[in-house]
Structure formats: C-alpha cells, structure tokens
C-alpha cells in the first residue's frame, strides 16, 4: 500500500457530551464509502464517541491513543500478540478501533489499554460499549465489516475491519 491509497475522512459524531463533534480517521480509499456510512449510521442513533483523532496527534504511538480512549484507525504498525511477525490491518488503513476504553483487546491476559479492565465485563451494558447486537456492531456489519469481540482467544471488542483480521 502506498499513502496515495489513503483518505483523511472528516467524521461528525455524537460524543459522550451529548452534543455533535467532528474528527478525522485516515482509511484506505477502498472502504472510505463504507466508514462513512457506518458512522453516518452511529451519528443518526447517537452512539458515543470519546473522541477520533489521527494516530499522528499521539507520535504513531498506538498506545496512546489507546490511553486517551481515541477512535482511530490507519497505523502503520503490526499485529499486537504472538505468532509471527505481520502487519496489521490498520496499516493497511483497513481497520478501526472504537472507544478502546469501552471495548478493551485481551491479550494474553494484558488488556488494551489497562484502562479499559473495568470494561472486561461486558454487562450491563454502558455507553461506547460494543456488544453482539448493539448499534455499533449493526453499523458495521450492515457495511460487511466483521467485529474483533466474536474471536474466542482474544477478544477485541474495539476492533472492526473490512478483511476479518
């Protein structure tokens, strides 16, 4: 992939605020139409959004995005967790994490972030939650995306891309 493969998508959102905000996800041009339906869809039911901003305002560091509870999605880093090296789907712009707080990734019994283990538990139901069923995971499966909070080892209940992966 190539930077001339990626689009800077300014996104209206409902934020936990109650109130409108817009942000930017940098994605890969192929799925741009379908990012923006998906959250054309979450503004129209008005799912919180913490904030969304580009992987540059945090250095690149996925971490700290994920510490600020920051919806983004094209980084140019591998996959987190075992096996062999491999990209992962966001830098292939491709993916999306949403609310991380609310939708921590466990791996290998470490949670990302460490913020968001009050949120392991995925019931009752809080707002920016992602869960089977719910406003978020329709958005995006209504445009052929698949949830990272089915995958039995290590679930990612922030992560959704249009590859599975």
């Known amino acids: 992939m190539t930077p001339d493969q990626l689009r800077a998508l300014q996104i209206e959102y409902w934020g936990f605020d109650e109130q409108p905000h817009t942000g930017t996800l940098v994605v890969n041009a192929r799925v741009a139409d379908a990012v923006m339906r998906a959250f054309a869809t979450l503004l129209r039911e008005r799912f919180p959004i913490r904030r969304m901003d580009p992987i540059d305002v945090f250095g690149g560091s996925d971490e700290a995005s994920l510490d600020a509870d920051n ?26 994490d949403v609310n991380p707080v609310e939708n ?58 249009s590859t599975g992966g």
């Open 71 to 96: 919806t983004a999605a094209y980084n140019c880093r591998r996959v987190v967790g075992s096996g062999p090296p491999r990209w992962s789907a966001h830098a292939y712009g491709t993916a999306i």
């Open 104 to 161: 921590p990734y466990l791996e290998g019994g470490r949670v990302h972030p460490e913020s968001g283990r009050d949120y392991l538990t995925r019931s009752p139901y809080r707002p920016g939650m992602a869960v089977d069923g719910g406003v978020l995971v329709r958005a995006f499966e209504s445009v052929g995306w698949k949830w990272g909070g089915r995958w039995a080892a290590t679930p990612d209940y922030q992560h959704f891309s």
